[in-house]
């Protein structure tokens, strides 16, 4: 049942960080799509790693960062306020390219000229 519980709490905690960060007036974070990919809270609950990507770049993810580990007090007391948890974890955050990776994989697929095999027919 832990393991249940913990996996609820974390897609709780993502929720409200990803709410929390889309509420925030910062131009850091307001200049490119920020979104929250996952996260990894500790087994006590007292830390939370947070990864977030950009859609414009890693670069804009690291600068969404510096702006989001300074305002990690504000989104903790936002979680605090909307949950109800034994303990509210200290956020960590950490950027990453997975937004920008999947769309290159993805012009990639689309680039591909593959022939619709669904039209033969064997006899």
């Given at each position: 049942?832990?393991?249940?519980r ?11 960080i ?63 306020s909307?949950?109800t ?39």
């Open positions: 049942m832990a393991g249940y913990s996996s609820r709490n974390a897609e709780d905690i993502k929720r409200e990803a709410a929390a960060v889309s509420n925030m007036k910062d131009p850091r974070i307001r200049d490119g799509l920020i979104s929250v990919v996952r996260i990894e809270i500790s087994r006590d609950n007292s830390f939370c790693k947070v990864y977030v990507s950009a859609m414009n770049g890693i670069e804009t993810a690291k600068t969404a960062v510096k702006a989001l580990n300074g305002a990690a007090g504000y989104i903790r007391k936002e979680i605090s909307h949950l948890l034994r303990i509210t974890p200290a956020l960590q955050f950490y950027a990453t390219d997975s937004i920008e990776y999947s769309a290159k994989i993805s012009t990639i697929i689309n680039s591909l000229d593959i022939k619709d095999d669904d039209n033969d027919e064997v006899e």
